[in-house]
């Protein structure tokens, strides 16, 4: 419990208590015990570093858990993989063999007809 204090408080008091223990039956006196604030000090780096290890590994877990799982994730990853699944394997279209299909064509691949129909030509 006092491991868990020094992590979560305010580590000054339990530090300075700890620097007064001598030993067993024993009164305390003030500073005889140093070297157990180095122990304070290097377990609170030492913690400190290894919690926050892991509240990032279980924040970062529990949003790949959560991956993918609402409805409009799993609907918009059907339809890629669809779309992966059953694309074109060819680039153009064939050109057309009769003269109305090539008039046809022309004019629907005219420039000045894609401006006329946005209404953005320049002129």
Known sequence: MALFVVQTYKFVFMMQMSMDLTDAEMSPQRNVAIYNALFFVCYVMVGGVFVMNLFVGFIVDGFNCNKGSST???????????????????????????SFSVL???LIGNPSLYCWSLGECAG
């Open 72 to 98: 409009s994730e799993v609907y918009y990853n059907r339809f890629m993989g669809q779309l992966k699944r059953y694309k074109p394997t060819y680039k153009y279209f064939s050109l057309p063999e009769n």
């Open 104 to 106: 046809c064509r022309k």
